[in-house]
T-cell receptor
Framework: QQPVQSPQAVILREGEDAVINCSSSKALYSVHWYRQKHGEAPVFLMILLKGGEQKGHEKISASFNEKKQQSSLYLTASQLSYSGTYFCGTVIMDSNYQLIWGAGTKLIIKP | EPEVTQTPSHQVTQMGQEVILRCVPISNHLYFYWYRQILGQKVEFLVSFYNNEISEKSEIFDDQFSVERPDGSNFTLKIRSTKLEDSAMYFC???????????FGQGTRLTVV
């Protein structure tokens, strides 16, 4: 049931773009994106509910393809502060709102 | 702004001892979770709690673990007989309904020696 994230790690130069993908084998109710910096708790970025919507948050946006059970997180013109590990969490339909995390994608931004 | 609070921030315990990690979820939230993160690894789900009972638990959550909501505000994780491999950050999270974000506490670092 664990969602699959790709890539495992990304190294960017400041200002470059990145896409992080999250896919599930089960029908999803929602996809949650979090960022965790080393030694800190995960911080919520956004939620996407079934319906294929795209949401944005500053230069970070995400889409949810309900048919493919996939979500992508887009980071444009990356800043040093974007560094961290990005986790997607999925809530499967009829799962009593269980939130299951992917393994994470480590993002390193270099100046 | 409401937040999830966890105490203590760091606990060191001897192997075999019992520990209780405490969490105060956001007051009107209905779903509560415990996660753990071994240093350098991904966040792992332990257990979810709804309507005063466990709704889901992972294979990690074996008989040495238990959760309790002893009163209207606290949500505790008890580890009965700690092992070295229980050393990790333990995060508590709470959520209002299925479609809303989970708020995480700052975590309790448990060190078993």
């Amino acid at each position: 049931q664990q969602p699959v994230q790709s890539p495992q790690a990304v190294i960017l130069r400041e200002g470059e773009d990145a896409v992080i993908n999250c896919s599930s084998s089960k029908a999803l109710y929602s996809v949650h994106w979090y960022r965790q910096k080393h030694g800190e708790a995960p911080v919520f970025l956004m939620i996407l509910l079934k319906g294929g919507e795209q949401k944005g948050h500053e230069k970070i946006s995400a889409s949810f393809n309900e048919k493919k059970q996939q979500s992508s997180l887009y980071l444009t013109a990356s800043q040093l502060s974007y560094s961290g590990t990005y986790f997607c969490g999925t809530v499967i339909m009829d799962s009593n709102y269980q939130l299951i995390w992917g393994a994470g994608t480590k993002l390193i931004i270099k100046p | 702004e409401p937040e999830v609070t966890q105490t203590p921030s760091h606990q060191v315990t001897q192997m075999g001892q019992e520990v209780i990690l405490r969490c105060v979820p956001i007051s009107n939230h209905l779903y509560f979770y415990w996660y753990r993160q071994i240093l350098g690894q991904k966040v792992e789900f332990l257990v979810s709690f709804y309507n005063n009972e466990i709704s889901e638990k992972s294979e990690i959550f074996d008989d040495q673990f238990s959760v309790e909501r002893p009163d209207g505000s606290n949500f505790t994780l008890k580890i009965r007989s700690t092992k070295l491999e229980d050393s990790a950050m333990y995060f508590c999270a709470s959520r209002w309904t299925g479609g809303t974000e989970a708020f995480f506490g700052q975590g309790t670092r448990l060190t078993v020696v």
